[in-house]
């Protein structure tokens, strides 16, 4: 499974992003999907994955209330609707499909990777 993210770029804080990550396999079904951010200097972290069907959704804390993950099977394609946005959240976003997520980085259990796409939010 191959992943290209796109969606990223330059947005003053309270701005809205729709990230998006289109698979390259309908095999893309069959995996939770997810989306990490990094900053440089530090740890790649979770930020919010979505199961096979669409029907359990994860959040972490720092993000929650404010971004909403979704995906439409039937276009490969997953998303990361982020509302609200602030300063901290400036990053680079990666997307990942996996069996089962864990909690340990740099790569939290996930088996693909897709390139990052950078969100910047200027204060």
């Known amino acids: 499974v191959q992943l290209q993210a796109s969606g990223g770029g330059l947005v003053q804080a309270g701005g809205s992003l729709r990230l998006s990550c289109e698979a390259s396999?309908?095999?893309?079904?069959?995996?939770?999907m997810a989306w990490f951010r990094q900053t440089p200097g530090k740890e790649r972290e979770f930020v919010a994955s979505?199961?096979?069907?669409?029907?359990?959704?994860f959040y972490a804390d720092s993000i929650k209330d404010r971004f909403t993950i979704s995906r439409d099977n039937a276009k490969n394609t997953a998303y990361l609707q982020m509302n609200s946005l602030r300063p901290e959240d400036t990053g680079v976003y990666y997307c990942?499909?996996?069996?089962?997520?864990?909690?340990?980085?740099?790569?939290?259990?996930?088996?693909?990777w897709g390139k990052g796409t950078q969100v910047t939010v200027s204060s």
């Open positions: 990942a499909v996996g069996r089962v997520r864990n909690r340990t980085p740099p790569n939290f259990g996930m088996d693909y």
């Open positions: 396999s309908p095999t893309y079904t069959n995996y939770l």
């Open positions: 979505v199961s096979p069907f669409g029907a359990g959704k």
